[in-house]
């Protein structure tokens, strides 16, 4: 794992520019700077309205030789630990196969299932460390992984206790999500309502018990599970203290994102089928769009979501990278920027807003994570870019100069 690369002191940013993500809009503060004092942001503003006493207070002055300060990337939908590999599926859609066939010949989820009950917790926990490395590297500096490779209680909570062991380990803020209600395992074939059962009799309980999950997540869709029996798991999970997020409307509307708002969900995920009733209630209750331009790329999908209708109901719509070995194996953020203007239409500003304060929204933790703001947490990226829209625009190139989270410096190419 990445260590700090200097001890916790007082920094100060100077020569500049800042794109503060405060008010729904970039916010840019051109020529300026920023203090940090221990793990929080305490000054922002032009660098000629800094006070004296900041420049003598601080213990190490940084400059960034203009480059762009953003509030580091918030990951809000990811798949991070899994075992085995998919490729051969990959080679498998590039001959026409699509997700549904794959699936029911044993392969998707199933496949990662297997090969994830089969790892042992220190192969995953090596693997998925590694992940979290290049992404941290990347600008991503909160990220929120899921279980769901399991679908049995073993497993299940070995994904879940890895997750724990990287959110102690790593710089980053990682919190879990338990997936259980991810697909039908082999050992309940033909039995969805058994399953269910299990999942809220069986592993919601042993979950809770675990400590390390804080949201429930579940996949509502024709080849997974209904409404109804989404219902079900989510009057548990609610009853447990868990919050609540939905895989909703991906490949057709099953009017899952209506009935996770009704548990007041902190976000829906997917969504290109989306009723216009179903984002009314999205609107109503305050739920996260969280697109996901990396699965509708890999899958070849056709049907996008209704951007235009998530800015007339002013939802938030949040971006991730929903990093899988299946649906969506990317590893860039700036890659997902770029495929959600491209793809979805999303203009610059959209896209990096989804990709921060958005992002924390879609988890709950906008009052500390997101938008570069005194009193926040200083999770900042300092980047080699002209404008904050080259995040969107240059596709593949990675122009990280430094990561800091929480006042530690993770990643400094700036003294190179």
């Not at 520019?17 to 051109?30: K, R, V, W, Y």
């Not at 790892?119 to 990347?138: C, G, P, Q």
């Not at 599970?225 to 939905?246: H, M, T, Y």
């Not at 056709?302 to 109901?313: C, E, S």
């Amino acid at each position: 794992m990445e260590t700090p690369l200097s001890e916790k002191n007082d920094t100060l940013f100077v020569n500049c520019h800042l794109a503060t993500m405060t008010g729904n809009t970039l916010s840019i503060i051109e020529k300026a700077a920023l203090a940090v004092t221990g793990k929080n942001i305490s000054w922002v503003g032009k660098q000629k309205d800094l006070p004296d006493n900041y420049t003598s207070k601080c213990r190490k002055t940084i400059d960034c030789n203009n480059g762009w300060i953003l509030p580091g990337f918030v990951d809000c939908h990811t798949h991070l630990v899994w075992g085995g590999s998919r490729s051969d599926e990959f080679e498998m859609r590039l001959c026409g196969a699509t997700y549904e066939e794959i699936s029911q010949k044993g392969g998707g989820i199933f496949s990662t299932v297997k090969a994830t009950r089969n790892a042992s917790n220190e192969n995953l926990f090596i693997r998925t460390s590694k992940r979290v490395d290049a992404l941290l590297k990347k600008g991503i500096t909160t990220l929120e992984i899921k279980s769901g490779y399991g679908l049995n209680l073993e497993t299940e909570l070995k994904m879940l206790d890895v997750i724990g062991q990287l959110n102690q380990t790593s710089p980053l803020q990682i919190d879990a999500t338990f997936l259980g209600a991810h697909a039908l395992p082999p050992e309940f074939s033909d039995n969805a309502d058994g399953y269910i059962n299990f999942v809220i009799h069986t592993l919601l309980p042993a979950v809770r018990n675990q400590g390390i999950a804080t949201a429930v997540d579940a996949f509502c869709e024709h080849i997974a599970f209904s409404p109804d029996q989404i219902r079900k798991v989510f009057e548990k999970a609610e009853s447990l203290g868990f919050n609540i997020k939905l895989h909703a409307e991906q490949l057709s509307d099953s009017n899952g994102a209506a009935m996770a708002s009704e548990f007041n969900a902190l976000s829906c995920d997917h969504l290109e089928y989306l009723s216009l009733s179903g984002a009314k209630k999205m609107a109503a209750h305050n739920v996260a769009a969280v697109l996901l331009p990396g699965a509708f790329y890999f899958l070849k999908e056709t049907q996008k979501p209704p951007v235009k209708t998530f800015r007339a109901l002013k939802i938030p719509m949040a971006v991730s990278t929903d990093l899988n070995p299946g649906s969506s194996p990317v590893h860039s953020m700036t890659l997902i920027l770029n495929m959600a203007c491209m793809l979805f239409n999303l203009t610059c500003e959209e896209a990096l807003l989804g990709a921060t304060i958005n992002g924390a929204k879609a988890l709950g933790l906008e009052q500390s994570k997101g938008s570069i703001e005194t009193g926040k947490d200083a999770d900042l990226v300092v980047w080699d870019i002209d404008t904050p829209s080259d995040l969107c625009y240059l596709a593949g190139l990675n122009p990280v100069d430094m990561v800091m989270i929480k006042g530690d410096i993770y990643h400094n190419d700036l003294n190179d």
